[in-house]
Every structure is written in structure tokens, then in C-alpha cells.
């Protein structure tokens, strides 16, 4: 049976035009994220994709994969986390690194989510309160769901994991951030579909060296974590993916958006 992959945002740190890069694996019911970045909830309401007879939002969230912790990444986790605490009394499965597991609470989500006025006195709440946090060691498969997650380590400012998502018979693939790596690219196009990023300095992959790729492997990459400044509707031999898009991952893997 396919899975669907739902696009939620294209964008880099620094988009104006678009949402921080980040998606929705989907099967049947089951649904998983991949990373959280800024307005989350409101790109999520934007996209409207129709669930459980609903609009998908984030108490859908059976799980969340979170890549790194730069901010364009899980900047819209905070209110994620007090959303469906506070609003859905649950918790949020999140599976990531064992570095993120070390700083996330620490040295990020506990200044703020970490003490709660109830009125008479502050209340200490712990890391445990918002999340079931479950490692995901580095390249050793683990099932989240109705998938397998590999994660391999990617070129980058800080501990960033590249993604391999299989469901027994099919499979997808998500560079993450990234330096150009061509060993990373060989193994992302062992997929049906996989996401690629392009942007500047050298943690990022230049758009010319995904143009310069075999066009066997072009064919199975789609571009996201783009910049305002790339000429999108010029671009030449990469196909950019969109916000909103659905893809159906399975057999022939198609473009499901427009049905
Ligand atoms: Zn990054």
C-alpha cells in the first residue's frame, strides 16, 4: 500500500514567500511530521488537507521526526508542544538524535514551557509533560508508525540527520540540511522520491551541483528549503516541489495535488 507525502513548506531560514521546509508522511490513518518550523499550525490550516473528515492539524500528529535544531526547523515546536498540551491534554511522540534529545529540553524548550503559574504558585513541569521523546541512533532502522526511519548524518553547522523512509515495500527520502555530499545523494536515490535542498554558504548544497547530477537521479529529486532569490519558474533540469502538494509514494509515484 502507497503513502502520501504532504508538503507544508519550501522555504529556507530566511524565506518571506514561504514557509520553513517541512512535510507530512501519511498512511491511512497514521500521520507523521518532519520538523516544525515557524507557523507551523497556520501553514498547516493554509494547506487544508482534508483528514479524519477534518482539517489536518497538529493533534493529528501520531508522531514528529525532528531533523536539527536550527530554528527554521523547530522554531513552531514550542506551541506545538503547549497547543496540544494544554488544548488536547497529549503528548507529542517525537523521535530525533540522541544530540537533540540532549539540548532540546535543556538548552531550548525549558526556559519557557519549563515553569507554569497556576494561580497560586509556579509549577515546575519536565521535558516527559509535552513529549515522548524516542532516539533515533544514527543509522540503525527504526519503526515510527507504519515505517522504517533511517537516519544518516549530513554535512552540516550542527548534528543533522538525512532520512530514508521505507514501508516495506516502498520508500522516500529527505536530504535535510546539507553540504553537497554525493555519497548522501547516492543513498537518497536508492528511493522512489526524495527531497533535495539547495542554498548558500558551505553547510548548503548549490543549486548547480543538483543541476549537474545524472538525469536518472534529477528524475527522482524534488527541490525544497529553496531561496526567495532562486528563480523558480526559470529553473533549468531540477523540479522544485510546492507548498501544498501532495505525492503519492508507491508503484509509480505520482503528483496527487491536483485530484
Ligand atoms: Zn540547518
Known sequence: MAFEIL???????FSVQHY???????KGDFVCGVDCPDLYRRALHMHAFPHQNDILDAQHLDALILTHLHGDHVNGLEMVAAYLRFVHHKKLKLYTSKEVIQDLWSRRLSVSLGTMWDGRGYQTLSVEDYFELIELPWQVP?????????????????????????????????????????????????????????????????????????????????LVHYSDVLDIAGLQGITPAFEGQRYLIGGDWADISEE
Not at 508538503?7 to 531560514?13: I, K, S
Not at 520553513?20 to 501519511?26: E, K
Not at 545523494?185 to 527531497?195: G, H, K
Request: charged residues 25%; contains cysteine; glycine residues 8%.
Open 7 to 13: 508538503v507544508v513548506g519550501v522555504g529556507d531560514a
Open 20 to 26: 520553513g521546509t517541512s512535510f507530512l508522511l501519511r
Open 142 to 222: 527504526v519503526q515510527v508508525g507504519p515505517w522504517k526511519v533511517t537516519t544518516r548524518r549530513t554535512v552540516h553547522h550542527i548534528p543533522t540527520m538525512a532520512l530514508k523512509i521505507e514501508d516495506g515495500e516502498h520508500s522516500f527520502g529527505h536530504s535535510c540540511d546539507t553540504a553537497y555530499d554525493p555519497e548522501l545523494i547516492d543513498w537518497l536515490a536508492q528511493n522512489e522520491l526524495f527531497f533535495h535542498e539547495a542554498n548558500f554558504g558551505p553547510a548548503h548544497t548549490p543549486i548547480e551541483k543538483l543541476q549537474a547530477l545524472p538525469l536518472e537521479i534529477r528524475e527522482k529529486l524534488r
